[in-house]
């Protein structure tokens, strides 16, 4: 199927590099306090960085888009790119449950708005596609969202290209939000390229591999049950320790260049053809601070040659969520 024809609203414009709200509402690892939280948040839009990510599932009560509205407090609304998504709630036990019914996410985009004290989103996307509902219904109450004023732009994330398709087929759809980053590039084989082609802007996540490619973790580190980490293969055993020799040859790359490690990272993901913005998250103002030099950082020609080098020597991962 072809994108829609017509767009609603003229193409949402994104700082290329933002904050991605996840982690500071303690969802990757438990910790992060309040304080913590709204100024990381107020730390990156101080840097420049003012598209915010979030969701109305990230926090238990929502404390992702609480702690922006407390950041934003004093700050015109108009300075920050607002994303937020819909579709994805919490159930008792910490059960993450995946509901895209038109009334639902009407209901839960309206509560994003009241969270996060503001009249209108920049960008809501269609968190993850519901399997009990065709994705053209929930794409429909979504582009009934924008013609009411309560965003300006619709997306999609966590989809194959073919649900991706039908959904653009169903609402306009300015930007797609999927996984990518150094050691997992699957998007860039069939997913990419059809963005690009239909000029929906394509926003990654993980560009870090949750903390893993900022260059900080150490050897023998152990994820404990509360921190998220330990179920994910690239963090365990032998897995690991090929990712931080990857880790290493970034390292090398930083210090010719005087930068940080995280900083190498967003920029090569920032350079990469095809992606409209890269979203990190970060637990505390200083990873903001060491992160914000991707902003100024450009990868000379022994600097990608270096990376790609490194990819070679790594050789495929163990992960979740290929991009098909
Ligand atoms: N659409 C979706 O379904 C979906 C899924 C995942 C993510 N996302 C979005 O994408 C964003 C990015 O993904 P992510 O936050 O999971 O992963 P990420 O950006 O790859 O990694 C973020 C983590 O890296 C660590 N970190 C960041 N900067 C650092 C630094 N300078 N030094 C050391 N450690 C540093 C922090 O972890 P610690 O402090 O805990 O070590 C932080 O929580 C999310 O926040 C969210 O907005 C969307």
Redesign the pocket.
């Known amino acids: 199927m072809m994108p829609h024809p017509v767009s609603l609203t003229a193409p949402p414009t994104m700082s290329r590099l ?7 509402a303690g969802m ?2 438990h910790g992060i306090t309040r304080d913590d939280a709204i100024a990381t948040v107020a730390a990156a839009i101080d840097a420049g960085i003012t598209h915010l ?3 109305y599932c ?1 926090g238990e009560q929502g404390e992702s888009e609480r702690a922006i509205r407390s950041a934003m407090e004093g700050r015109p609304r108009e300075s920050v790119f607002l994303a937020s ?1 819909c579709g994805i709630h919490w159930e008792a036990g910490r059960q993450q449950t995946v509901d895209g019914s038109p009334t639902r996410l009407v209901a839960e985009a309206e509560e994003s708005l009241r969270r996060l004290g503001t009249d209108h989103l920049d960008l809501l ?1 269609l ?2 596609p519901d399997p009990s509902i065709p994705i053209e219904e929930s794409a429909g109450a979504l582009a009934q969202l924008v013609t009411a004023g309560k965003t300006r732009s619709v997306g999609c ?2 989809v194959s290209l073919e649900q991706l398709q039908q959904f653009a087929a169903a609402c306009p759809t300015s930007a797609c ?3 990518y ?1 150094m050691l997992q590039r699957s998007l860039e084989e069939r997913f990419l390229p059809w963005c690009q082609l239909h000029a929906i802007g394509l926003v990654v ?13 150490a050897r023998d580190r152990q994820f404990p049950q509360s ?1 998220s980490r330990h179920k994910y293969p690239m963090f365990q055993g032998e897995e690991f320790q090929r990712n931080l020799d990857f880790v290493d040859a970034l390292a090398a790359i930083a210090t010719r260049l005087e930068t ?1 490690i ?1 900083a190498v990272v967003l920029s090569w993901t920032m350079q990469r053809p095809g992606i409209s913005s890269v ?6 103002p ?3 601070s ?2 914000v030099p991707a902003l100024t950082c450009t990868l000379d020609a022994p600097a990608l040659a270096a990376v790609d080098e490194a990819y070679r020597a790594r050789g495929p991962v163990a992960g979740r969520r290929a991009v098909r």
Not at 205 to 217: D, E
Not at 279 to 284: D, K, Y
């Open positions: 933002g904050l991605g709200c996840w982690p500071l990757t690892r990510d979030t969701a990230y998504k996307y968190h993850a994330s966590n939000q999927m996984p980053n996540y993980w560009p870090l591999m949750k903390g893993l490619l900022a260059g900080t973790m921190d940080t995280p979203l990190f998250g970060a637990t505390m200083s990873q903001v060491a992160n």
